[in-house]
């Protein structure tokens, strides 16, 4: 982790909204605590009252409070009540379970600190701006993640709908009733936000990874959401025998196999960054059989992940493609077979190119100079852009990952990437 | 599997040794049967009762029987009886837990047959031999290996002969005395077999690994016995993180390390076969933490097992400093850390360059063409080599490996690896 040297600004909010923030923050570190660092269970009791928290203090700002059908809160100066088209700034009030007190919440007080600073400071916007706290997002509680903004497109589907929570076992509907929503509309796929009133949809949110802290950076601007295909469980099957007595030529090691092609797979993707494409892999879980391997024992199968991203579709399908032919090659060379599961995969979404150049302008004109990188976590951003919306992100910089306690943004940066965004909605132009 | 044609034999014993053999087998696959596979515990009243089975069979066929201080029984023809120096043909009567019922077994009853064949055919052997069917070789019972050889050697330590037994928790020593054993000498270290009066030691076994049925060849003679050294579970320790959010560049990834490392000790391990030099390796224990592991983090740990064996400690040694320092290249180039736990090494067991050519030279004389090749799993010969005795052994083919139910080893490569013997010890001189 690096901590920040304060940032020279040529634009940037009033010190007082440094000050609102760290006492938000602060509010939510308190009141949403769990032994160890924060819970704001989605579509729960907690996060209503989070929510109403946000409301409260927006009406004290003189800010317009309106409560949309899927019980998400939205914040926008009085004159933008009714105006459309608006630019969207949203982001999700839930956490993890113990999760860090930033991912999420960041992106709301953002875009309310905006609001308050143009409110106080009576700058006239030139398009509406509605600031949507969206509630559940996160996946770790019900298994679907963007629930609230696939439900406000219409795209949250039944088998969705209907998951359990990963702990009390009542499903995602029941869960959504409880907090007062009506979940019929939502179960027949009806669209319950008008995106053709949606001019723009921006997000601000902590980065997920390390390339800002290690390139010493308040924020950057986000080209894109990588999209994934992903496996849980593949297998690669071979032959088990003595470790001593068989030689080389008669082994069907699967071990040997799997190290050669995860070796492959990372001499493609060296050479797919070195022609400057954006790619990441992992394979997070490998193991042989508890049960039946041993140190002299040629194991007969060894199982492992696979987790692919990228923000070209063109990548990701040269990816699949490669893995099935690396697979095949490496089942004649080694004398092993393959067994893939289903694969699970997400497109990539792309950030809207003008809104890429003008955020990257106001960056420069906040910090000195634009930074632009790729998303690698997904966000509520990717089902806007997908769904046609111009969508764009800016992150913070963040230390020690994130879905963790130890998450740590420093305000000073979180106000650098605030002062970008205010500083695009005070540019914006249909 | 392969199954053998009959092999055209210039030299062979008589067909009734063929359904001696076959009748002895079958009585141990009847009275040592699990319920899987056969169970023959060392240092048991199973095989207490195996070997009094043998015994009464020797001295049915006019042999003289004898037993040494550990219970081991000694067969020879009633000349050789007090004949000194001898050769040694031996082996082990106990089983690993529902094993196989050839490995060990196959030695005993070769030699007994030769001894046998010579004593109705009224053949003068030209050295005095003695056929030993030592006790508890297997590991799986107690921990330690070679238990009866180390034993007579005086090289079995307080610390093997205390190690308790894997399921009823008693000690080896308290087995030993349970079987008639006095074991004060043996806590002692005094040898109990003269060594200087054995001319030489020579062990028929099985082979526990694929290449004479991949080669289609009944028997080999083998060149010596693959040393190792092992780790049980190494660590290679990197940082955890977002699967999406974490480029190449700023990846501590040990899976990724771990690939990296097998493919680069197998691409050297090719390189020293082409050299011409022996060796194996496998890594059969791996795995990624399950309590921490998942699809999307980027695993902070991955442990793994190494076995590598060599006929050459040459090749061993090279292997000990090349694994340190591609361990110490990868921490570098991939910001992983490795950590070694414990290794256990044993040296290789050359077998006698003259014995070798003798065989070899009675393989041809028996089958057409001599075969040679190395052990890779441990002997008992190992032992007797290691401590000065010129040693060799004899392998038969076998299908499906050892220490399972499923080990295949066909009468017809018996009698011809027997037939090899029997060849070696009628032409042997002092």
Known sequence: MSTTAPQETRHSLRPKMHQL????????????KDTEGVSRPAYSDIETQSLAYLDALATRYGLCVQKDTLQNSIYCLPEHAT?????????????????????????????????????????????????MALRGEESAWFGPCYMASKALLG??????????????????????????????PIAAGTPLLDTSEVYQYLELHIEQGPLLVEKDLPAAVVSGIRGNFRHKKLRCIGEAGHSGAVPRAYRHDPVFALADLLTRLDESWLTILQKGSDMVLTSGIVGTDPARHAMTRIPDEVSF???????????????????????????????????LDEEHAVAPALCDDYMVAQLSASMADVVGE?????????????????????????????????????EQMEISDFMVATAIIYDYLGKAHP
């Not at 923050?25 to 949403?32: G, M, R, S, V």
């Not at 795209?155 to 029941?174: Q, V």
């Not at 987790?307 to 004649?332: G, P, Y």
């Not at 976590?377 to 963040?398: L, P, T």
């Open 305 to 339: 992940s696979l987790d692919i991203r990228s923000q070209s579709i063109h990548v990701l399908n040269a990816m699949r493609a490669l893995l099935r032919e690396e697979m095949c090659t490496l089942e004649k060379d080694r004398g092993v077979r393959f067994e």
């Open 83 to 131: 105006q459309t088209p608006y630019i969207l700034v949203a982001s999700h009030i839930d956490s993890v379970p113990q999760g860090g007190n930033f991912d999420g919440l960041a992106g709301i007080v953002g875009g309310l600190l905006c609001l308050i600073e143009a409110k106080q400071t009576q700058k006239q916007l030139p398009m509406a701006v509605r600031v």
């Open 21 to 32: 923030a760290t006492e938000i923050f602060e509010y939510f570190a308190q009141n949403t």
């Open 155 to 184: 795209k949250l589907s039944r088998e969705e709908l209907t998951s359990k929570h990963k702990t009390d076992g009542h499903t995602l509907e029941r869960a959504m009733q409880a907090v007062g929503i009506d979940t019929a």
């Open 370 to 406: 634009p930074f632009v990188m790729a998303s690698g976590a997904g966000h509520d951003a990717a089902v806007f852009a997908n769904e046609g919306v111009a969508s764009a992100m800016v992150f913070v910089r963040n230390a020690n990952g994130s879905h963790n306690p130890l």
